[in-house]
């Protein structure tokens, strides 16, 4: 298979028109857990240009339960193993990555160069966190957020929301893990499905959910 082989697919695909959008637009994902592993790998499927990488973990067996990692990432930091595994589906993509914890006080310096974020954090704190920090800043970002996926209960609760111009938000927004309820792939997936084809939305300049 050639590059051009792939682009032509991505065509027949698409539509010239939409190829050519996405091809020259860019994201960030923050947390490349359950969330952001999906999302990622469902964004470079999509054809989606740029995209950036930012966690500061590793990969654990606890995370092969609803994370896009296999055995042979167990210990890999999740950044180089996630891009390894896009660069497997999208040959053309353009992957950048950074391994580091994001915190209120780098936050805006990590990310300024990508105005569009999902956010795929685990703790309701760092979701907060980086929200309150992007959005107050007027560097003009906008964030695709998550909340409540946990369990096992109907997947036709968690819906997209659009809370104003900025800030778009998954999930059913009660099941946490704090209730007793484990992640599992099963809505984790859903909700992180949500957060992409947002995130595409926007990236083609669709605002309304």
């Not at 950044?79 to 660069?87: C, G, N, P, V, Y």
């Not at 992180?192 to 595409?200: K, P, V």
Request: aromatic share 6%.
């Amino acid at each position: 298979m050639t590059r051009n082989d792939f682009i032509n697919a991505l065509i027949e695909r698409h539509g010239r028109d939409i190829y050519e959008r996405l091809i020259y637009s860019e994201i960030a994902v923050a947390g490349l857990g359950g969330l952001g592993s999906n999302v990622a790998l469902a964004l470079a499927r999509a054809g989606v240009g740029e995209i950036f990488l930012v966690d500061f973990d590793t990969v654990d067996i606890t995370n092969l339960n609803r994370q896009q990692y296999s055995i042979s990432d167990l210990g890999r930091a999740k950044t180089t193993a996630l891009a390894e595994k896009i660069r497997a589906v999208n040959p053309i993509i353009k992957i950048r990555h950074r391994k580091i914890r994001v915190t209120e006080n780098n936050a805006l310096e990590i990310f300024k160069d990508h105005k569009l974020v999902c956010e795929c954090f685990d703790k309701a704190e760092n979701k907060a966190m980086l929200i309150n920090t992007l959005l107050t800043s007027d560097m003009g970002f906008t964030v695709v957020s998550a909340s409540g996926m946990a369990g096992y209960g109907t997947g036709n609760t968690i819906q997209s929301r659009r809370i104003n111009d900025h800030l778009y938000i998954c999930g059913d927004m009660v099941s946490g893990i704090e209730k007793g309820m484990g992640l599992m792939a099963p809505r984790v997936g859903i909700c992180a499905m949500h957060q992409a084809n947002t995130a595409l939305r926007l990236l083609l300049g669709e605002k309304e959910i």
